[in-house]
Nanobody
Framework: QIKLMESGGALVHPGGSLNLSCVAS????????MRWYREVPGKQREKIAG?????????HYADSVKGRFAISEDYAANTVYLQMNNLQPEDTGVYYC?????????WGNGTPVTVSS
C-alpha cells in the first residue's frame, strides 16, 4: 500500500512562494531517496530536486531551480517538502513526488502549480 500524496499547489503571482508537501505511506522515507519532478507544458518531465534520507547535505537541484527551491524532510511525519521561492511563469506545471525504495520507484498523482500575472 505504498502511496505518495502531494498537496500545496496553487495559483500564484510571479515572485511568490509555495510549499509543497508529499505525505508518504506504506514505507519509511528514512530508507528512501525522495525526489520532486515537474511536468511543464511543452517540455519533458524533469527532476528538480532530490535528497537521500538521513544524509545531511545530500540535497541536489536542477539548475533551473537552484537557489530558489529547497527540499526537506520531516521523518516523524513521513513527509517531504519542496519550498519554492521567487516563482516564475516557467515554473508552471504539475509537480510530482517520487520515491526510490527497495529498488523500485513510486509516484504520486501530482499537484498543479500555476504562476501567472
Amino acid at each position: 500500500q505504498i502511496k505518495l500524496m502531494e498537496s500545496g499547489g496553487a495559483l500564484v503571482h510571479p515572485g511568490g512562494s509555495l510549499n509543497l508537501s508529499c505525505v508518504a505511506s506504506g514505507f519509511p522515507t528514512t530508507n528512501a531517496i525522495m525526489r520532486w519532478y515537474r511536468e511543464v507544458p511543452g517540455k519533458q518531465r524533469e527532476k528538480i530536486a532530490g535528497v537521500i534520507a538521513t544524509y545531511s547535505g545530500s540535497e541536489h537541484y536542477a539548475d533551473s531551480v537552484k537557489g530558489r527551491f529547497a527540499i526537506s524532510e520531516d521523518y516523524a511525519a513521513n513527509t517531504v517538502y519542496l519550498q519554492m521561492n521567487n516563482l516564475q511563469p516557467e515554473d508552471t506545471g504539475v509537480y510530482y513526488c517520487n520515491a526510490g525504495y527497495s529498488g523500485d520507484e513510486y509516484w504520486g498523482n501530482g499537484t498543479p502549480v500555476t504562476v501567472s500575472s
